[in-house]
């Protein structure tokens, strides 16, 4: 007799809750008063996507691989230049159907690293190649964003990686967005050509309309991406 009163009270119950969680995504109280507003919030069924720039690989055990590539976008001295970056797959497929005739289009050129100096020795065996990519999905996330001049992520969040914040040259007739690229960068296999095309430099504060301190005159700016 009491397994049975105990079986109709776990069904009971079970369906009490079931009501409360409907409640809840309906905006009413039932669930939030049981279980609080903050409760069971995360969903293991959500995935969030960031791309990896400077590598090959995806952050281990939170993110798996959608696909690798290497960086692409706008000529440097192209003033039409596309300015968002572009991941490339390693292996391209092509429509035949849809070939362009005419001189009016968009071009995509390939990108390299530009940090050739004494003040960048970790990345001098880069500079020339072409950068790597990775498109990634953040498992369990809903939201993910790149902080620059930062090393750490909000309470909450995951890191997914650091690195040194990169764009194009001030003196280039391009533009393009920011990138956070890995600290510990990675390049396409025997890339080291010096072709140019998208090319990317380290990104400094520059005193003035910046406050500082806290701010550094020409300093590197770091960064980090994070996911939650």
Same mark, same amino acid.
């Given at each position: $007799?009491?397994?049975?009163?105990?079986?109709?009270?776990?069904?009971?119950?079970?369906?009490?809750?079931?009501?409360?969680?409907?409640?809840?995504?309906?905006?009413?109280?039932?669930?939030?008063?049981?279980?609080?507003?903050?409760?069971?919030?995360?969903?293991?069924?959500?995935?969030?996507?960031?791309?990896?720039?400077?590598?090959?690989?995806?952050?281990?055990?939170?993110?798996?691989?959608?696909?690798?590539?290497?960086?692409?976008?706008?000529?440097? $001295?192209?003033?039409?230049?596309?300015?968002?970056?572009?991941?490339? %797959?390693?292996?391209?497929?092509?429509?035949?159907? $849809?070939?362009?005739?005419?001189?009016?289009?968009?071009?995509?050129?390939?990108?390299?690293?530009?940090?050739?100096?004494?003040?960048?020795?970790?990345?001098?065996?880069?500079?020339?190649?072409? %950068?790597?990519?990775?498109?990634?999905?953040?498992?369990?996330?809903?939201?993910?964003? $790149?902080? %620059?001049?930062?090393?750490?992520?909000?309470?909450?969040?995951?890191?997914?990686?650091?690195?040194?914040?990169?764009?194009?040259?001030?003196?280039?007739?391009?533009?393009?967005?920011?990138?956070?690229?890995?600290?510990?960068?990675?390049?396409?296999?025997?890339?080291?050509?010096?072709?140019?095309?998208?090319?990317?430099?380290?990104?400094?504060?520059?005193?003035?309309?910046?406050?500082? %301190?806290?701010?550094?005159?020409?300093?590197?700016?770091?960064?980090?991406?994070?996911?939650?």
């Amino acid at each position: $007799m009491k397994i049975f009163k105990g079986t109709v009270i776990f069904w009971y119950c079970l369906i009490l809750l079931t009501e409360a969680k409907a409640s809840k995504n309906n905006g009413g109280v039932i669930w939030n008063f049981i279980f609080g507003d903050k409760a069971f919030t995360t969903n293991f069924n959500n995935y969030v996507e960031y791309t990896h720039w400077g590598r090959k690989d995806c952050t281990p055990n939170s993110s798996e691989i959608v696909y690798v590539g290497y960086l692409g976008g706008g000529h440097f $001295m192209q003033t039409g230049a596309g300015t968002n970056p572009l991941c490339l %797959p390693e292996k391209p497929e092509y429509d035949e159907r $849809m070939v362009a005739n005419g001189s009016h289009r968009a071009e995509v050129y390939g990108a390299e690293y530009q940090t050739a100096s004494d003040q960048y020795p970790q990345w001098n065996d880069v500079h020339d190649t072409d %950068p790597a990519c990775a498109v990634c999905l953040a498992k369990g996330r809903s939201a993910s964003i $790149m902080i %620059p001049a930062k090393r750490t992520c909000p309470e909450g969040w995951t890191k997914e990686y650091e690195g040194l914040l990169m764009g194009g040259c001030t003196h280039h007739k391009a533009t393009h967005e920011y990138l956070c690229v890995d600290g510990s960068p990675q390049s396409r296999d025997n890339s080291k050509m010096d072709k140019n095309g998208f090319v990317i430099y380290p990104a400094v504060g520059k005193c003035g309309s910046l406050k500082c %301190p806290p701010y550094v005159d020409n300093h590197e700016l770091s960064c980090v991406v994070c996911t939650r």
